[in-house]
């Protein structure tokens, strides 16, 4: 018998770590899965790029939209529960992912069911990890956590490449949903934590929230997919930002409670941070929905060389994570200019390869070059925005922290796709009516059929639907497709330089800021 006084050693619950693990590995995984499956995507369902373009995007804004709802969701209705509905929404998006069989079903289903269903998982795995460990053991789990999501990212391109080849995209969402179902059947190892703060709820806070985020990235993708009053939805994004800054500021100066604290802001270098999460993603969402369809469309490769192809990109972010986050001694500011600067150059050197590679070995050195920025900034970004951050803050702080990554992903996908087929359809029309070999019946109607439908197309899928034409007409439509596509890719690659630039003056203005010191309660927090 212990007669010392000191406290027993808690067992590490290892089972837990690991069922809390495969959730975060599900989570990273699923994006990455429908990447690289776009093209077989699109084959079976029968539809177009932009609309599973458009299903990406608008997965990654739900979250975004409803991810600091879902964490006050979680206070109300209770951590583990949310937890359980958040696993159960992701379920249901990767059950209906292996039975769709058109777009309308991945949209509901997979983007929107699925998207709120992580905006309920996130916070709630944050706060349940917080209570089921204590110490060294809730710092061993955070870790666990971060390194499943990182090798997550890393092979996610070739693992889901690889079931896409040889099985089919249903079976790897059939996984995920194996994955879940295993999880759930761990739900009795885990311990519910009670919240203890204010239960008020901001509801127009939360609507403001939903109608700022929502607007602008919706009326792209309305833009997008040619749709009118654009400009009407996206300045009801911005008025919504704009009314939720002052209701957050009014509510808070009458002490009522709100969505989020407009205190956190007042701090500059958590502004600088979050600003620098935003356009990081930005850059990523931009570079990773371009890449898949210029190596799908334009090299017509399958999934598994096309997640071959960008494995340079994500391999590179993985191992340069790692390595800065343990061996970097210069200043967090001086790393995340250089991660920035690294991303504005690889990305640029893609530029003027992209007309004259005819393979994906063409892009490796410029993806390491940009893998390695992305892992400079995933290493730092983080741990610099929340340090400033008191603990009992600092969940708050992080759920606005992860709010600007997932709208800012969103962004990324949906600005440059929508950049990508803007500039297909005015190059396609201009070169179709100044070609010599098309008569002006032939241009006009390429032209018509553009303003209905732009599409990427490959080479094989435009010979087809050309296949009765004259030969001289069918060869100069290819022409103009491949000069135009290539085109196209080059402007929407710009959407990721533009916001790595962005992001290099922000560091500069981070650079002038003291270091971070980290508090006890954020050195661990999930990206």
Known sequence: MDTSGAPAEVRFNGRLALLLAMAMFVLVVDTSLMNVSISAVVRDLDTTV??????????????????????????????????????????????????????????????????????????????????????????????????????????????????????????????????????????????DVPYQGDRSIDLVGALLSIVGMGGVVTGILVWQEGGGYVGLIIGIGVLGLGLLVFWLR??????????????????????????????????????????????????????????????????????????????????????????????????????????????????????????????????????????????????????????????GLSFGLAFAGAIMLATLAFTFTASAESSAVLSPEEAQQVSAVLEEDAEIMSDTGLAELLAGQPPAVQEEILRINADSRDLALQVALFVPILAALLGAANALRMRRLPDPKASAGNTAMLG
């Open 250 to 407: 009014s509510r808070k100066r009458a002490g009522k409670p709100v969505l989020l604290d407009p205190a956190l802001f007042e701090s500059k270098m958590f502004r600088t941070g979050a600003s620098g999460q935003l356009l990081q993603q930005i850059a990523l969402g931009g570079t990773m929905i371009v890449l898949p369809i210029y190596l799908q469309m334009v090299f017509e490769y399958n999934a598994l060389e096309a997640g071959l192809s960008i494995a340079p990109l994500s391999l590179s972010m993985f191992v340069v994570a790692l390595l800065a986050g343990r061996g970097l001694k210069r200043r967090p500011a001086s790393i995340i200019l250089w991660g920035f600067l690294l991303v504005v150059v690889g990305v640029g050197v893609l530029v003027p390869i992209v007309p004259i590679a005819d393979s994906g070995w063409y892009l490796t050195v410029p993806l390491v070059i940009a893998g390695c920025g992305l892992g400079f900034l995933v290493s730092q970004l983080n741990n610099y925005t929340l340090s400033p951050i008191s603990d009992e803050r600092v969940s708050e702080a992080a759920g606005v922290n992860s709010a600007a990554g997932s709208f």
């Open 50 to 191: 932009s609309g599973v373009q458009s299903a990406i995007a608008l997965e990654a804004l739900v979250s975004a939209a409803f991810i600091l709802i879902g964490g006050k969701t979680g206070d109300l209705i209770g951590r583990k529960r949310a937890y359980v509905l958040g696993l159960l929404g992701y379920a249901i998006g990767a059950i209906a992912m292996v039975f769709a069989q058109d777009l309308i079903a991945i949209i509901i289903f997979w983007a929107v069911i699925g998207g709120i269903g992580a905006s309920l998982l996130l916070p709630a795995m944050q706060s349940l990890i917080h209570g089921n460990f204590e110490g060294a053991h809730q710092k061993r789990v955070y870790a666990l956590v971060g390194a499943s999501a990182a090798i997550a990212a890393a092979v996610g391109p070739l693992l889901g490449g690889f079931i896409t080849t040889f099985l089919s995209w249903r079976v790897g969402f059939a996984l995920e949903a194996v994955i879940i179902a295993v999880v759930l059947a761990g739900i009795g190892l885990v311990k």
